[in-house]
């Protein structure tokens, strides 16, 4: 590179911006870090909204990714309720929406995902919420009284936890799933039907299944939800949590090459060798599956904030982790290492009935590709040591409690 | 404040004043320290906030009990030795004012 100081500009101040802010100083980049977030709130922890942050068990302080003197401290020119309308590519500009213009010689997308919209009737209701940052959890927890009672429209991860976190404010849920399990998207069946037993025990209500066909209100509030087949589940707020989408607009709209997300190699860069982009906005080889995709989780967003921050320093790019994912709901730990792409077996390690296993998802080889722990820490983090050395298991050691997962994990 | 002090693998220290209360991987993580990533936040469920604990340290600081969370997580870092600890599971008491911990070579 022939300027040693180049000016960054890092659009989107969420958890893989504000990361990879820290990252360049972490590395030692000496040049102007400008940080734009349209949010009123420095870079802060998405995971605890849909769960401590609700159930009040934690504090804006705690949730903030650094303390609020780091930026200026980092030499970070931090501008919130900032929001970036367009990319001039050839003059390496970015307008702002109060028609500021700001010039950058690196230029690092950190823009997100937002809550996917289905057109439903009464959709503009009072009381109608989703579920992506700290404005929406908040209103989220305002109507989260106890007897108060939340139909959530989807049985995704937000679903589940907001569902959980509602039944320990003393509220009644309802979750309302399209498909006919829930996390069907995203987990076994074997898994589903544990979380859909476990939030039924716990008091939740789970309609699968289910078409959602309007929202009915009370005096412009909300006041219940429609099914297609006439059944009308009353309620005094709705969550609409039926997946997300990539905020990759500015990036399109510039000519950046954009497929279900921003397209970007192993260190972040995108079709523009000047703008890289990160984390959920992104759509990203995953050489371990031979696949690309988006990965939306915190820890993609950290890997692709130190893979932009090195390949911006001239440094190597760490190797590719292994995707991971978690969730908390009720006193139950999910933790998913892997994708289990291609795999016809399924291995359970543990006691699904007593509330702790883990699933080994299996090429028909035996090469472990995914595994979904409960509760079972050690087995995700052996199963992330097993998936990164493309260990082919025997599945009745893998079964066999006697072998510790660490003898698992040598091969 | 009790000061810390973050040698990392290159040999570079940075001493910093981390709150009692905190704990060490909070203070590496507040004031940018490299070498320390915390991918999990401090839930002792990624392994990635390992540092080696000072020997002259080592018997105030103490080591995970066997069996534990965090000597499980342990198991599984890159390089690990008898002095091996998570910094997330080390909480800052005013008896650890001038601990000395060092960081590995890498943390994934």
Redesign the interface.
Known sequence: MTNPNPKVVILGAGHAGGTAAAELRRAGFTGPITLIGDEPIPPYERPPLSKAWLKGETDAGKLALKPAAFYETANIDLRLNTTATAIDREARTVTTGNSETIPYDLLIIATGARARRIPLPGLDLANVLELRNAADADKLKAVLTPGARLAVIGGGYIGLEAAASARGLGCEATIIEREPRVLARVACETLSNFFQDYHRTQGVTIDVNAQVAALHGTDGKVSGVRLSDGTLIPCDAALVGVGAVPNQEIAADAGVDCNNGILVDLSARTSDPAIFAIGDCTHRPIPLYERSMRLESVPNALEQARAAAAAICGKPIPAPEVPWFWSDQYDLRLQIAGIPFDTDRIVVRGDIAAGKFALFHLKDDGTVQAVEAVNASTEFMGGRRIIQKRLKLDPARIADMSVTMQALAAG | MPTITYIEHNGTAHPVDVPVGKTVMQGA??N???GI?A???GE????TCHVYVDAAWLDRVGLPEAGS?EA??L??AAVTQPDSRLSCQIEVTDALHGLVVRMPEGQ?
């Open positions: 993580v507040d940018n320290v490299p990533d991918d999990c936040g002792c469920a990624c392994a969370q499980s997580m198991s599984f994934h």
